[in-house]
């Protein structure tokens, strides 16, 4: 991880341009050769970012950010840098489920027909270099599919599954990879964003899942 907190302004070009006016900046690379530009306000949302595969090129006060498919380009021109450090992180452990995502996710690795006839479970926390997937498994026609299992499935979520199908898709063995996002509730928002990337959603039914039925409960 580098932080690097500079007087700099930024350019995007791409499929649409967009710029940030000089002024003081936090910029953030990381290992996966991401890079995030944030201000000092908007809680985790960066200003401007670009996902990998991508690669820095600082050339003196001009620093190009360029997409390794798309071409599109981040240009920071820099003012003055006010500090530059780097630290090894090393690999997350990932996040911890709670007592309901981690049940859903056993759930639903037991009953994976839920996600459509002809489902094959791979096998549970499929480790990435990012963190581990909930579930890869292998749909009807043999094509490998990451699912992200959320309690409350919200924009961070199809977020973090974005970032594991981008690593997972760099794999021969596996690629092409698709991704499902599977929630008890998924908000609006983040549905829209997860058709947008090319992700399935699919609401879950924890009790059905348990083999509940509504009129007829029974304990288990």
């Known amino acids: 991880m580098r932080l690097v907190i500079a007087r700099c302004s930024v350019d995007y070009i791409g499929r649409l341009t967009a710029h940030l006016p000089m002024a003081p900046r936090l910029i953030m690379i990381k290992a996966d ?3 995030s530009i944030h201000a000092d306000d908007r809680a985790f949302k960066p200003l401007n970012w670009m996902n990998p595969p991508c690669k820095l090129k600082e050339d003196g006060d001009t620093w190009t950010v360029t997409h390794g498919k798309t071409g599109e380009k981040l240009v920071l021109t820099m003012e003055e840098i006010l500090h530059d450090f780097s630290h090894e992180l090393g690999v997350d452990p990932g996040l911890i489920k ?3 995502e981690a049940h859903l996710q056993e759930l639903l690795a037991e009953h994976i027909t839920t996600l ?3 489902y094959s479970l791979i096998r549970r926390e499929y480790m990435t270099a990012i963190g581990p997937v909930d579930i890869l498994c292998r749909d009807s026609s043999g094509a490998t599919v990451a699912v992200e299992i959320k309690r ?3 924009i961070d979520g199809v977020e973090q599954l974005t970032r594991y199908l981008e690593l997972l ?3 021969p063995l596996l690629s092409p990879v698709r ?3 599977a929630a008890q509730e998924i908000k609006p928002q983040a549905r829209v964003l997860a058709t947008d990337r090319g992700i399935n959603c699919v609401t879950l039914d924890y009790d059905a899942l348990r083999g509940i ?6 304990l288990f």
Do not use: A, H, L, Y
Request: glycine letters at 20%; charged letters at 35%; a negative charge.
């Open 33 to 35: 050769n991401s890079v």
């Open 98 to 100: 709670d007592g309901v």
């Open 116 to 118: 459509g006839d002809g």
């Open 152 to 154: 409350r499935g919200e």
């Open 169 to 171: 898709n760099r794999d």
């Open 179 to 181: 991704g499902v996002f």
């Open 213 to 218: 039925e509504p009129e007829n409960p029974t």
